[in-house]
């Protein structure tokens, strides 16, 4: 079945330094790619998604890079801070105007920012 | 404008009672879906409403589970007979019906079975 791997499970960098998250998915089909920053005894937040249809897309100090051939997409943070200290989910989906499939989350990498 | 809430926020049961937890979604979102975490865990697919269509229910664990939803707005997940392996925080999320529309969680629901 569709499978999304994500690496690294933990992650720590100081603060100010980058931290970039990877994650590969199975399913040729996913052509939409969001991912989820969950804190300390709350949901998971969507931060940032992308489009098969784009390489890259930015949001100040985060942004997102897609590569459909080797379906491997990226997140990377630039400027930590101990704010963005929290555990990340990507996910891939078949992105469809008109119907749904199901989403499928990565395992999760907790990220700590060390002050 | 509100986001998702779940009710209630903490539910403390034996083992063997029933459990009732409650989601209310963002309005105009048609698409609900249900999750559990298990502590330090990733996210756990149960249930997924669309609109009038049959609900995906795939991947509930066991009989034992069930979710209903009234039309396109509050929506219900039981567990019978609750067990000790139930204990999880349990989220709930509501999206447009786009494909390409984000999930929205709720804060979740800390279920202990003693």
């Known amino acids: 079945g569709e499978n999304v791997e994500q690496h690294p499970s933990t992650l720590s960098v100081q603060e100010g330094d980058s931290a970039v998250i990877k994650c590969t998915y199975s399913d040729s089909a996913s052509n939409y790619f969001p991912w989820y920053k969950q804190e300390l005894g709350k949901g998971p937040q969507l931060i940032i998604d992308?489009?098969?249809?784009?390489g890259e897309k930015k949001d100040q100090r985060i942004a997102v890079t897609l590569n459909k051939t080797a379906k491997h997409f990226s997140l990377h943070i630039t400027e930590t801070q101990p704010e963005d200290s929290a555990v990340y989910f990507c996910a891939a989906r078949r992105g469809m105007k008109t119907s749904y499939d199901k989403v499928i989350f990565g395992p999760g990498t907790s990220l700590s920012v060390i002050p | 404008g509100a986001g998702v809430s779940q009710s209630p926020s903490n539910k403390v049961t034996e083992k063997g009672k029933d459990v009732e937890l409650r989601c209310d979604p963002i309005?105009?979102?048609?698409?609900l879906y249900w999750y559990r975490q298990r502590l330090g865990q990733g996210l756990e697919f149960l249930i997924y409403f669309q609109g009038n269509s049959a609900p995906d229910k795939s991947g509930l664990p066991s009989d034992r589970f069930s979710a209903e939803r009234t039309g396109e707005s509050v929506s219900t997940l039981t567990i019978q007979r609750t067990q000790q392996e139930d204990s999880a925080v349990y989220l709930c999320a509501s999206s447009l019906a786009s494909g390409f529309a984000g999930q929205y969680f709720g804060p979740g629901t800390r279920l202990t079975v003693t």
């Open positions: 309005s105009g979102h048609t698409a």
């Open positions: 992308i489009r098969s249809n784009v």
